[in-house]
């Protein structure tokens, strides 16, 4: 038999667990029914499963499709899988990655209506944990929207225009890089002979030191092993925080400081890069002349000089934010470029005779004793019409980048709460069959008028619309036009003797890249 005491002590322990239990089920319940009313009239979606959500119906990363032994290169791709949704839930419909609720938005109009229409609602970014962890929210690309980044892109944007971005001055940088990538074909061509090359690295590092000179005022050469390393680094780190298994960290933050596997490996990328963008900061810090700025970092260190000598309190220029700044305009403007650049390339080889028409265009209008020029844009038309087609097929940015609602609002018939992420489906505007004849058929034409002349569809939005709309968009209109036009004009491209060209589907990443595939390289005379 139990003392007494024993009895008071079993009672105030059944006591206290009653209490406990009482106040987390009503606590429980109440975060439920709360959830339940905020979610009410949301747009429809299949049903999420416990706990990850939908996450298998499109962002199932391929780490996980090898794991159980499925293809490499599969032929469904998470832009199919979504076009497959809005086909039964319509072009406003929602999934969830956890508990954290998506909205897909689908076709030309909506996302025109959601982006341009509701501007200070849906221009916001989500806090993505693996972004968050890189970028610190701060930058130009995944830095929430405000007065402070407002501040920032109208300051890059003019620096960037400062130094050429849009204009004829610019010019002779793109072409150098081009110099350098026509003279590393013809060298290399002799070396791996009828096996054909990779040409990523090659075009890569061209596209970089366009940014390199804007940004940092330097060029790198081919063989910088430094300069080769960061931008291996920076393709590593987008690599581990869209495919492989440090996605995770977005369920699971505290896995990012896991000393091993990827995560170590995330981490590492993340110094590495660091050290090597701040050396350059610190070095124009040391060599700076106000009056005379040397690019776009220059310029940015002036301006804080300026607002410090003005009195200017709780500035957000600083050199903290002045390297994410830096390493936007790495990531976004080389890694989309630089792809557009490749699947350019891999369309002309697959179809040669739109190749040998450019290439025809081309002779008649620039001939081959000069490169071509900017100048040169508005008599080459069927040769923009090519670019043209080749981004809207392959939308290398498919889904945007992600948007938040910032507070909660009616769209369209539907509640979209705070907090909830849009995904804007860029690939869903341009394979849309009711505004595009034949949308997965290539065919340059479709942007040529009955006169032959370049025909501009406003449903073309390879760099996105509304007060996001890709910085970089002058820039990558120069540099694809011309380093397209010089290559072709200087070599025809075509696939190895007895290969085939790799799934036109492409790798589903941050962006939206092919396969890897080699060409060989023959100089035109």
């Known amino acids: 038999m139990l003392p007494y005491w024993s009895n008071s002590l079993l009672s105030e322990v059944n006591i206290a667990t009653l209490l406990v239990f009482s106040v987390v089920y009503f606590s429980v319940h ?172 090659l075009i890569s590092n061209a596209v970089s030191n366009v940014i390199c000179s804007l940004a940092l005022g330097e060029r790198f050469p081919q063989d910088d092993r430094q300069f080769g390393t960061l931008l ?40 590495d890069i660091t050290a090597f963008l701040k050396g350059i900061i610190a070095k124009h810090r040391d060599t700076l002349d106000p009056e005379n700025p040397r690019d776009l970092v220059d310029m940015y260190l002036a301006e804080m ?24 305009l790495f990531i976004a403007g080389t890694d989309t470029t630089t792809n557009s650049l490749l699947w350019i390339l891999l369309y002309m080889v697959v179809h040669p005779q739109v190749q040998a028409k450019v290439q025809a265009e081309v002779d008649e209008v620039v001939g081959r004793g000069r490169v071509p020029s900017l100048t040169d844009r508005g008599r080459l038309p069927f040769t923009e019409a090519t670019i043209m087609e080749v981004q809207r097929l392959t939308a290398v940015v498919p889904l945007g980048i992600p948007h938040m609602a910032s507070k909660t609002t009616d769209f ?36 040529l008028d009955g006169e032959g002349k370049l025909a501009r569809k406003e449903f073309f939005i390879p760099f996105g619309i509304g007060r996001r709309v890709c910085m970089g968009e002058q820039l990558a209109k120069m540099e694809l036009f011309l380093m397209a036009t010089g290559l072709l004009q200087a070599f025809t491209f075509r696939l190895p003797v007895g290969t085939s060209p790799p799934p036109m589907h492409g790798r589903f990443g941050l962006t939206l890249a092919p396969w890897p595939f080699a060409v060989c390289v023959s100089p035109r005379g």
């Not at 620096?159 to 350098?180: D, M």
């Not at 990538?181 to 290399?188: A, I, P, T, Y």
């Not at 500035?315 to 934010?321: A, K, P």
């Not at 907090?419 to 942007?447: C, I, K, T, Y």
């Open 30 to 201: 109440y975060h439920l029914k709360r959830r339940r009313r905020r979610l009410a009239n949301i747009p429809p979606g299949p049903k999420p499963l416990p706990i990850v959500g939908n996450f298998g119906v499109f962002l199932i990363p391929s780490f996980i499709r090898r794991r159980f032994g499925k293809a490499s290169k599969p032929t469904s791709t998470p832009v199919e899988a979504l076009r497959k949704q809005a086909a039964v839930y319509g072009d406003v419909f929602s999934l969830f990655v956890g508990t954290q609720l998506i909205v897909v938005l689908n076709g030309y109009d909506v996302i025109r209506d959601a982006l341009l229409n509701h501007p200070e609602v849906f221009s916001d970014r989500p806090d993505i944990p693996a972004v968050t962890i890189m970028t610190k929210r701060k930058g130009i690309v995944f830095a929430p929207y405000g007065p402070v980044w407002r501040k920032h892109r109208k300051f890059c944007h003019a620096s960037l225009r400062t130094f050429g971005v849009g204009k004829l001055s610019l010019e002779p940088c793109i072409l150098q890089g081009l110099a350098t990538v026509k003279s590393e074909l013809l060298r290399r061509r002799l070396e791996v002979g009828q096996g054909g090359m990779d040409l990523t690295l």
């Open 232 to 271: 291996g680094l920076m393709v590593r780190g987008m690599e581990l925080c869209v495919n492989s298994p440090a996605v995770l960290i977005n369920v699971f933050p505290p896995l990012y400081h896991l000393p091993f596997g990827v995560f170590g490996e995330l981490r590492r990328v993340e110094r």
């Open 305 to 328: 000089a300026s607002q410090r000598a003005a009195g200017v309190e709780d500035s957000s220029f600083n050199e903290d934010y002045l390297f994410y700044i830096i390493g936007d």
């Open 412 to 447: 369209r018939g539907f509640t979209i709460p705070q907090g909830a992420v849009l995904l804007p489906n860029l690939w869903s505007v341009h394979r849309d069959p009711a505004v595009w004849d034949q949308p997965d058929v290539f065919m340059p034409e479709r942007f």
